[in-house]
């Protein structure tokens, strides 16, 4: 990236802010669905408001109502828990459990290529922290390629397998690095639309990255027309109380934009993919994939590749 292309950036994202400070609409009332308390606060990351009322969409596991920020554009569900609500989410058995042998399978065929893809932006083999790296699916496909691999995983059950199946360290938690941990890659695999107070995270993280690091991040695609007026609540990335944050495509630039992290890459998952790499099933595939080339119909999940350039906005 050239300095004047990063300079234009770095005064879009202050004139946002700035921008934000001015506004004065009445601000959406948030209401902690586990409690029915009030959250004072509708105040988003870059200063702005989440003063539009956006759709709602019924899910299989209730109604997610949007709210997006004036300034950045960024869209979060109107009802947001608290901290200890998700504290006691996650350390549970109801939402994430050990996997099958099978599971574990698949799900790290979903992580095969991306130590190569990588490769391409400077890092062949390195250390890579996964923050919440489950049972430790993409690690195990780092290990495959050569990399040093830590987890973190705060639900001890799928920790503790993770523990058995990975020859890095698994912690609970970031505090058990220390301060003088550094790693070329910070991996994000379905974890920031989770988080309360995102750049607080991100900038933690920070201090985990080498210079000019990246952070791999992937989040389900809010940007998605098909999935926002075709699928609607049939989409498995709404889920009320777990999914916080609804990004696009240029939300997800600008927070990162935010902590001084430059867009290396971003795209997303194909609309219309087939797990089997059969002979048959890629024949079949090649007019899909042509089509998708045409139209462009964006999937269900969004990666982006981003690398640390800069301190960040204050
Ligand atoms: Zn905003």
């Not at 523990?163 to 003088?180: P, R």
């Not at 049939?234 to 630039?253: D, E, M």
Request: glycine share 8%; proline share 5%; charged share 20%.
């Amino acid at each position: 990236m050239t300095a004047r292309t990063d300079e234009r950036r770095t005064t879009r994202v202050r004139r946002c802010q700035r921008v934000a400070s001015g506004i004065r609409h009445p601000p959406a009332t948030i209401i902690c669905p586990m409690t029915s308390a009030s959250q004072p606060d509708t105040s988003c990351y870059c200063g702005g408001r989440f003063s539009r009322i956006g759709p709602s969409f019924r899910s299989q596991w209730g109604i997610v109502r949007i709210v997006s920020c004036t300034c950045c554009g960024v869209s979060r569900a109107s009802d947001v828990p608290t901290v200890e609500v998700l504290h006691q989410l996650y350390a549970g058995a109801s939402v994430y459990r050990p996997p099958t042998s099978g599971a574990f399978a698949e799900q790290k065929k979903r992580f095969s290529s991306m130590p190569d893809e990588l490769a391409r932006f400077g890092f062949r083999t390195g250390r890579v922290l996964d923050v919440g790296c489950n049972a430790g699916y993409a690690l195990s496909a780092f290990e495959d390629a050569g990399w040093q691999t830590t987890g973190i995983e705060a639900n001890l059950a799928v920790a503790s397998t993770a523990a058995t199946l990975i020859e890095g360290e698994i912690h609970h938690d970031l505090s058990a690095l220390g301060t003088d941990r550094r790693f070329e890659v910070v991996l994000l695999s379905h974890v920031l639309e989770h988080i309360l107070e995102p750049r607080d995270f991100l900038r933690k993280l920070v201090s985990y990255l080498v210079p000019r690091g990246l952070i791999v991040v992937l989040v389900p695609n809010y940007g998605s027309l098909v999935i926002r007026y075709g699928l609607g609540g049939r989409w498995s990335g709404f889920i009320p109380v777990q999914h916080i944050w609804y990004f696009t495509n240029n939300t997800l630039k600008k927070l990162l934009g935010f902590e001084g992290f430059s867009t290396s890459w971003i795209g997303t998952t194909e609309f219309l993919s087939f797990q089997s790499s059969s002979v048959i099933k890629s024949v079949l595939k090649s007019p899909v994939v042509i089509a998708q080339h045409l139209l462009p119909l964006q999937g269900g999940e969004l990666r982006g590749i981003f690398r640390l350039e800069r301190k960040p906005l204050p």
